[in-house]
C-alpha cells in the first residue's frame, strides 16, 4: 500500500527528532554518570585514606590504642562501605570489623555487590584491601587494611541519584517524543496544505472548469513554480478550448452559405420550378469550388499549426520572384502591373511555407487591386531580419478591419461584396507561418489608396528558438 505524503513526512520529522533526543540523552546520560563515577571513585580513595588517618589520630603515646574510638570509627566505616583492619607495629590485630561482626559485614558486601549489578556498569568492580602505614608523631605505631569496593560504589543515595537521573532523561525523552510527532504532523501539513490545493486545482481543470488558477502567491520557491506551471496550462487549454470552440462556429458559418445555396438551387430545379440552365448550373458548380477551395485551406491552416518547420537555406529574393511568375496570367488578366525589387538575402527557414506566405499577400494584393493597377513587392535586409513588403495601390483596407484581418474566416465587406472568391483564411495562415519562423506581419493601409503588408522575421530563425 502507498503512504500518503502526509504520513511519510510526519514519519520522517518524527524519526528524524526522536534520534536527536536520543543522541543527546544517551550522550548526556553517559557523560554525567562519567563524571559521577569519577567523582565517585576519587571520594572512595580519599575516604579510605581518611579512615585510616582517623584511626591512626587514636593512639596515645602512653595509653596506646583506645579500642573503643576505633570500633566507634570502624562500625561508623562499615556502615559507609569500608571494612577495617588495625594492625599494631607487632603485627597484633588491634581490631577488625569482620572478626567483630561478620555477620553485619558480609551484608553490607552483598548489598553492595547487588546494587552495583543492577547498574550494569561496564566497569566491573571488585572488593579491594588498601594498606595504610599508621603513624604517630612521626613514628610507626601500626598499619590499618581497608577493604572496600573499587573503583567506586554507589550508596543508597547515589543509587537513587543515578536512578532518579535515568528517570528524569526517560521522562524528557518521553515528552521530546510526543512533541516530536505532534511537531512532524503539523510541519508535514503545512507543506502538504498548498500541494493538495495545487492538487485540487488540476484536478477542477481536467474536470473541465479551465477558469480555474492555482494559487501563484505560495511562500515555497518550487510550490510557486508549480502553482505557476498549473496556470500556465490552465491558460493554454483554456486558449486553445476558446480556439476549438470558435473554430467550430466558424466553419459550421462557412459551411452554411454555400451549402444554402446549393440546396435551394438544386430545389427550384427539381421541383420544376426553373429550368437547369447553364448559367444556374455554374453558379451551383462555383459554389461547390467555394467549398472546396475552403476545405484545402482549411487543411493548410490545420498542417501549419501542427507541423514542424523545415529550414533550408535559400535566397528570399529568388524565391519572391519564382512565385510571382505563377501569378503572371491574373496579372494579365487585370492588366496590373508587379515589380519585383530589393538585394539578395539569404535565409534560413522553410521554403515551402515562405513560398505560401509570398502567395498568399500577392493574391491578396492581385485580387483587391483596381484594374490596372501597380504591385511592388521588396526584399530586403535589415540588420538580422529579412524584411519583405507587398504593396499594391487597391480598395485599402478600414482602420477597424486592420484589427481584424489575420483572424480566420475575416472578410471585409467591401471583399465581400466584390465576389473575390477568398474565404478569409489566407492571412491567418501567412500570419502562422511567419509567427512560427519568430517574426511578424504588419499593415498600413488607407481605404481607396492602398495597402502594404510587410513581414519581418530572422534571416537566420534557428537563432530565436
Ligand atoms: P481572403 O481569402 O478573403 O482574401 P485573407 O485572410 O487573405 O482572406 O484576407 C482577409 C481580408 O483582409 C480580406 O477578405 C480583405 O478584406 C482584407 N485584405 C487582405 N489583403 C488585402 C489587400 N491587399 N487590400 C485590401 N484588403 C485586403
Redo the contacts with the bound molecule.
Keep these: 500500500m502507498k503512504r500518503s505524503l502526509r504520513t511519510q513526512l510526519s514519519l520522517g520529522f518524527a524519526t528524524i527528532i526522536l534520534i536527536t533526543v536520543a543522541l543527546i540523552s544517551l550522550v548526556s546520560n553517559f557523560l554525567i554518570t562519567r563524571e559521577f563515577e569519577n567523582y565517585m571513585a576519587n571520594q572512595q580513595k580519599k575516604n579510605s585514606f581518611e579512615i585510616a588517618n582517623s584511626v591512626s589520630m587514636q593512639y596515645d603515646g602512653e595509653t596506646g590504642w583506645n579500642v573503643d574510638y576505633i570500633h566507634g570509627l570502624g562500625m561508623y566505616a562499615l556502615n559507609d562501605g569500608y571494612i577495617v583492619k588495625v594492625y599494631d607495629q607487632n603485627n597484633a590485630v588491634v581490631w577488625d570489623a569482620e572478626s567483630h561482626d561478620m555477620e553485619y559485614c558480609h551484608q553490607m558486601m552483598q548489598g553492595i555487590l547487588e546494587r552495583m549489578e543492577q547498574l550494569k556498569s561496564e566497569k566491573k568492580g571488585q572488593f579491594i584491601t588498601q594498606s595504610y602505614e599508621l603513624q604517630h608523631d612521626g613514628t610507626e605505631i601500626g598499619w590499618a587494611e581497608i577493604t572496600y569496593y573499587s573503583p567506586y560504589y554507589f550508596d543508597e543515595n547515589a543509587f537513587d541519584f543515578v536512578r532518579s537521573l535515568n528517570l528524569i532523561l526517560l521522562v524528557i525523552g518521553s515528552i521530546a517524543l510526543i512533541g516530536a510527532v505532534c511537531a512532524g504532523t503539523v510541519l508535514a501539513s503545512r507543506i502538504i496544505k498548498p500541494i493538495v490545493q495545487a492538487k485540487k486545482t488540476a484536478d477542477r481543470i481536467a474536470e473541465g472548469d479551465y477558469s480555474s488558477r492555482a494559487d501563484g502567491t505560495a511562500k515555497t520557491q518550487e510550490l510557486k513554480e508549480l502553482n505557476t506551471s498549473i496556470n500556465n496550462m490552465a491558460e493554454q487549454i483554456e486558449r486553445q478550448e476558446a480556439l476549438r470552440k470558435q473554430l467550430t462556429s466558424d466553419v459550421a458559418h462557412e459551411l452554411r452559405t454555400p451549402l444554402t445555396n446549393i440546396s435551394t438551387q438544386l430545389e427550384v430545379v427539381l421541383e420544376g420550378i426553373f429550368d437547369p440552365t447553364e448559367e444556374r448550373l455554374q453558379g451551383i458548380y462555383e459554389e461547390i469550388q467555394r467549398l472546396s477551395v475552403l476545405v484545402s ?1 482549411l487543411e493548410k491552416l490545420q498542417q501549419i499549426e501542427n507541423n514542424v518547420i523545415e529550414r533550408t537555406e535559400f535566397d528570399l529574393l529568388d524565391l519572391t520572384r519564382d512565385t510571382a511568375r505563377a501569378f503572371e496570367v491574373e496579372i494579365n488578366k487585370k492588366g496590373l502591373s508587379l515589380n519585383v525589387l530589393g538585394e539578395s538575402v539569404q535565409v534560413f527557414a522553410d521554403e515551402r511555407k515562405m513560398r505560401q506566405v509570398i502567395s ?2 500577392l ?3 492581385i ?3 483596381f484594374e490596372n493597377g501597380k504591385i511592388d513587392i521588396a526584399v530586403k535586409r535589415c540588420g538580422d531580419n529579412a524584411v519583405l513588403s ?1 504593396k ?1 495601390d ?4 478600414s482602420e477597424e ?1 486592420k484589427q ?13 461584396n466584390r465576389k ?11 500570419n502562422a507561418i511567419v509567427k512560427a519562423h519568430g517574426g511578424t506581419i504588419t ?1 498600413k ?1 488607407e481605404e481607396g489608396k ?2 502594404i ?1 510587410t513581414v519581418i522575421f530572422p534571416a537566420d530563425s534557428r537563432k530565436t528558438f
Excluded at 394 to 397: A, E, L, P, R
Excluded at 404 to 416: C, M, N, P, T
Aim: hydrophobic share 35%; no cysteine; glycine share 16%.
Design positions: 485551406e498568399n499577400l493574391s491578396n494584393a485580387k483587391y487591386s507587398v499594391d487597391g480598395i485599402g483596407i478591419d481584424l484581418i489575420f483572424e480566420r474566416f475575416y472578410r471585409s465587406d467591401k471583399s465581400r473575390t472568391g477568398g474565404v478569409g483564411i489566407g492571412l491567418t495562415i501567412a499593415v493601409s492602398g495597402s503588408f
